[in-house]
Nanobody, 116 residues
Framework: QVQLVESGGGLVQAGGSLRLSCAAS????????MAWYRQAPGKQRELVAA???????NYADSVKGRFTISRDNAKNTVYLQMNSLKPEDTAVYYC??????????WGQGTQVTVSS
């Protein structure tokens, strides 16, 4: 059984920083792309950032220059460093990973709240 467990969410003032982590565990043979999504109340889930197994990244326009996605392949972990946070970044953040081929796994989500 494969699991993704997120950590690092919380409450922060506008302009502050948070670092999210997501660790994959279980029977893992390979991890391809890993990504972070977010869902704000009343809105659809959206892609925030993604990273391939080779380290290529892409970002939503709304977070470019403020957020950085990275991964530690030895630890099966993906990170999201979030700087210069804004109230509109408030959402539940989910990690997603393509594990053992075409299988798509999701974490349980972690709440990020940015106060103005």
């Amino acid at each position: 059984q494969v699991q993704l467990v997120e950590s690092g969410g919380g409450l922060v003032q506008a302009g502050g920083s948070l670092r999210l982590s997501c660790a994959a565990s279980g029977s893992i043979f390979s991890i391809n792309a890993m990504a972070w999504y977010r869902q704000a109340p009343g809105k659809q889930r959206e892609l925030v950032a993604a990273i391939t197994s080779g380290g290529r990244t892409n970002y939503a326009d709304s977070v470019k220059g403020r957020f950085t996605i990275s991964r530690d392949n030895a630890k099966n972990t993906v990170y999201l460093q979030m700087n210069s946070l804004k109230p509109e970044d408030t959402a539940v953040y989910y990690c997603e990973a393509d594990i053992n081929g075409p299988y798509d796994y999701w974490g349980q989500g972690t709440q990020v709240t940015v106060s103005s």
